[in-house]
């Protein structure tokens, strides 16, 4: 089995900083791209960032220039550096991995979400 547990959610004001952390365990053989979602009340699920395996970033526009996503592989963990939050990006956040597992059956993974609470 394959875990991914979201860490550093919480309630913040606006133009404070969260880092949100995700780390993948489990039967892991090999861990590609990770990457972060967010869903808001009544929206649909939107992508945030990813990251590689080899540590190229792509941004959602809501987050560039605010938001930094970065891995370390020793550990299976992503972070999402989140600086400038503003009240709009209060969502639940979603960790996703993309995992092939040690019995070579791959497919993407999800946390359990977390919430981030941005007050104005």
């Known amino acids: 089995q394959v875990q991914l547990v979201e860490s550093g959610g919480g309630l913040v004001q606006s133009g404070g900083s969260l880092r949100l952390s995700c780390a993948a365990s489990g039967s892991i053989f090999r861990l590609y791209a990770m990457g972060w979602y967010r869903q808001a009340p009544g929206k649909q699920r939107e992508l945030v960032a990813t990251?590689?395996?080899?540590?190229?970033?792509n941004y959602a526009d809501s987050g560039k220039g605010r938001f930094t996503i970065s891995r370390d592989n020793a550990k299976n963990t992503v972070y999402l550096q989140m600086n400038n939050l503003k009240p709009e990006d209060t969502a639940v956040y979603y960790c996703?991995?993309?995992?092939?597992?040690?019995?070579?059956?791959?497919?993407?993974?999800w946390g359990q979400g977390i919430q981030v609470t941005v007050s104005s």
């Open positions: 990251i590689t395996s080899s540590g190229s970033p």
């Open positions: 996703n991995a993309d995992i092939l597992t040690n019995s070579y059956l791959r497919r993407p993974y």
